[in-house]
């Protein structure tokens, strides 16, 4: 398996523990295609099932991601795709007003400078041009995740995109009540594992040192729910999730931004 695919951070359809996680992924997906065309720019392309839903849609699609990407080659063949591997900001290479949507989920909270980040996007955006993204609720989050810089609240995912843009429509990805019966689920399981944290390592550890002890913990804590209600996760569909105006209860944020 690629290393893009080594921590619980990345999700994956190839292990069904994390198909919840994943459909919630693939929503924002489904939704993006409904919007795009000419070219695109996708910032975290991750192991590519983004880039098949999108790049159809595109004249020209521009992957970037940290790592490697193992997008095939058919599809880039088909599809007029180019895959750029880099850290980001700076959106290296990529010319200013030259991209009609930018695409990037489940990315920014991992970025160190967000604000240099938002800042490049609408560099290389045409007048007119649309970035949408996605990021977690931090009022949702049951945990500290140690893979994020940081989370956003809604009034604070405004904030830092009203640095670049002035036309912003906020939105959020909801869940159904099977969706919600296992967050629930997987709340009270977070909170008996929280009680063995007498020291308040969660809160007190360096964020690069809880990253190891966390992954194991959530895969460990996905596999243990799946045991426990196997069709309630294997069967969960990118239909369970919606997308609407954003509320403190919404599951991410789905941000469009247009320069």
């Known amino acids: ?4 695919l080594q921590t619980a951070e990345r999700s994956s359809h190839l292990d069904p523990s994390e198909n919840v996680i994943f459909q919630r992924h693939l929503i924002a997906y489904k939704e993006a295609a409904k919007l795009v065309s000419g070219t695109i720019l996708e910032i975290g392309s991750g192991e590519g099932y983004g880039v098949t839903e999108l790049a159809p849609k595109s004249t020209k699609y521009i992957a970037v991601d940290k790592y490697d990407s193992p997008i095939s080659e058919k599809l880039k063949d088909n599809n007029n795709i180019e895959f750029k591997q ?3 900001p700076p959106l290296k290479g990529i010319e200013e007003n030259s991209i009609d949507y930018v695409v990037t989920f489940q990315v920014i909270e991992h970025i160190q400078n967000d604000v240099q980040f938002v800042k490049e996007i609408y ?3 045409k007048p007119g041009g649309k970035l949408i993204l996605t990021t977690p609720n931090l009022l949702m989050s049951l945990s500290r995740n140690p893979w994020h810089t940081r989370e ?3 009034q604070s995912m405004r904030d830092i995109l009203e640095i670049s843009f002035a036309d912003i429509e906020m939105n959020g990805v909801f869940g159904n009540e099977k969706i919600m019966q296992y967050y629930n689920a997987n709340k009270k399981s977070v909170e008996r594992i929280r009680k063995w944290d007498i020291f308040n390592l969660e809160k ?3 964020r690069r040192l809880l990253q190891v002890p966390y992954d194991i913990l959530n895969r460990f804590n996905r596999h243990k729910l799946q045991d426990k209600n196997e069709s309630l ?12 105006e954003m509320t403190d209860q919404c599951l991410d944020y789905f941000c469009i931004a247009t320069k």
């Open 1 to 4: 398996m690629s290393s893009i």
């Open 86 to 88: 880099m850290n980001v």
């Open 123 to 125: 560099r290389v955006l």
């Open 152 to 154: 956003y609240t809604p």
């Open 204 to 206: 007190n550890m360096p």
């Open 233 to 244: 996760v294997n069967d969960v569909k990118y239909t369970d999730y919606s997308i609407s």
